[in-house]
């Protein structure tokens, strides 16, 4: 699962990088369904970094992935 979780990530890291920033898989646990990610660059203290994170990041993890995985910042 997290090859998954990675080949998704990897899918939408071009979206944040067009805008100046990047994310970064820290780590998954796959028996909680936790995806650690860093935000790089542009994205690093975003005001609107929870909202790509929440409704960009996790939505396409639980779309493509798995409907349980939480993401969060590290």
């Given at each position: 699962m997290k090859e998954k979780v990675e080949a998704t990530i990897n899918k939408i890291r071009p979206y944040l990088q067009r805008d100046?920033?990047?994310?970064e898989l820290v780590d998954f646990n796959p028996t909680d369904k936790v995806a650690?990610?860093?935000?790089?660059?542009?994205?690093?203290?975003?005001?609107?970094?929870?909202?790509?994170l929440k409704l960009g990041v996790e939505r396409t993890l639980r779309e493509?992935?798995?409907?349980?995985?939480q993401v969060i910042t590290v």
């Open positions: 100046g920033g990047d994310i650690k990610v860093r935000l790089q660059g542009a994205c690093h203290g975003c005001p609107g970094a929870q909202m790509t493509e992935v798995d409907d349980q995985i």
